[in-house]
């Protein structure tokens, strides 16, 4: 739950790297999503621009999740974005 940490400073010195500097929020396209990651289904925003995922934040829904959402689940569509591994690393 670490990733919530950046939600709840109130002066804005802990942020999420992954989308600092790089989009104006009014420039992105909201959507409201479910989670599946966790067994929760936890309310989620997905920010996109064209056909990119930008970022993962949670929707605040008291009944389901409150307003926290897992790391796994806000850091998922990284590997999605980024393929680190292009050819299998053997000796």
Not at 37 to 51: H, K, L, Q, T
Not at 55 to 81: C, H, M, Q, T
């Amino acid at each position: 739950m670490t990733g919530n940490l950046a939600d709840l400073c109130p002066v804005g010195a802990l942020v999420h790297t992954n989308s600092l500097f790089k989009y104006r929020s009014r420039d992105l396209v909201h959507h409201y999503s479910v989670d599946v990651m966790d067994g929760v289904g936890s309310n989620i925003e997905v920010d996109s621009r064209f056909e990119h995922i930008i970022r993962i934040l949670p929707k605040i829904n008291e009944d389901v999740n409150g307003e926290w959402i897992a790391d796994k689940s806000r850091y998922a569509f990284d590997g999605l974005k980024y393929q680190r591994l292009n050819k299998p690393m053997i000796k």
